[in-house]
């Protein structure tokens, strides 16, 4: 069955400390793969996507994520962390599945950066 | 406004009564998801839309739960007969595709108390 795994739940770093995210995915065929993000109070945002290509691709805020094919994983990185970061992260898978695409969330990370 | 809107942003009813949930995508937008976001889930499928084809209805909870997309446009999900299990935050979003690339916009949500 296809599935995506976040197993991050909760994570709290100080400013400027480095954030790597997990995301595993479970999906045959070809994916394409998400970053939402949700802050507080707001919508959930696109953060970033791969469709093909280069496998590392760069988001808004500085956030990037690379596709690692073999890992079948989806990590999302930031080398420093505001506190503007704190907010809940989804990653999302999208193929084709029975003639429709259909996405597959993961159940989120709560990130909180302290001040 | 250019995003996905929906109403009402806020809705409380009470067990057993019916309620509508409007979606209003981003015009041009062929495809059109409803997800149901309950706390510390992930996004849940319900139903999605893709021109004029007949939607994918595999999401959907119970037959309870039912969605029409009219002239490929707005939408609306009814859940009749609540239950107080069916208290979350309804998102849509809707897509344009693209060559098989195509990227989720998401609504502010609908957030559904049922007493």
């Known amino acids: 069955a296809q599935s995506v795994s976040q197993h991050n739940h909760h994570v709290i770093l100080s400013e400027a400390a480095s954030l790597e995210l997990g995301c595993n995915y479970s999906y045959g065929g070809t994916v394409n793969l998400f970053w939402y993000v949700q802050y507080p109070g707001q919508h959930l945002q696109l953060l970033l996507k791969?469709?093909?290509?280069?496998?590392l691709v760069k988001g808004i805020k500085g956030f990037e994520a690379e596709f690692i094919k073999s890992k079948f994983s989806f990590n999302l990185r930031k080398p420093s962390v505001q506190w503007s970061d704190t907010a809940e992260y989804f990653c999302?898978?999208?193929?084709?599945?029975?003639?429709?695409?259909?996405?597959?969330f993961g159940t989120g990370t709560r990130l909180k950066v302290l001040a | 406004g250019a995003g996905v809107s929906q109403s009402p942003s806020n809705k409380v009813t009470e067990k057993g009564k019916d309620v509508e949930l409007r979606c209003d995508p981003i015009?041009?937008?062929?495809?059109l998801y409803w997800y149901r976001q309950s706390l510390g889930q992930g996004l849940e499928f319900l139903i999605y839309?893709?021109?004029?084809?007949?939607?994918?209805k595999s999401g959907l909870p119970s037959d309870r739960f039912s969605a029409e997309r009219t002239g490929g446009s707005v939408s609306t999900l009814t859940i009749q007969r609540t239950q107080q299990e069916d208290s979350a935050v309804y998102l849509c979003?809707?897509?344009?595709?693209?060559?098989?690339?195509?990227?989720?916009?998401f609504g502010p949500g609908t957030r559904l108390l049922v007493l």
């Open positions: 999302a898978v999208n193929g084709r599945d029975s003639g429709t695409y259909k996405y597959i």
């Open positions: 979003a809707s897509s344009e595709r693209l060559a098989g690339q195509e990227t989720q916009y």
């Open positions: 015009s041009g937008h062929t495809a």
């Open positions: 791969y469709f093909s290509g280069d496998p």
């Open positions: 839309f893709q021109g004029n084809s007949a939607p994918d």
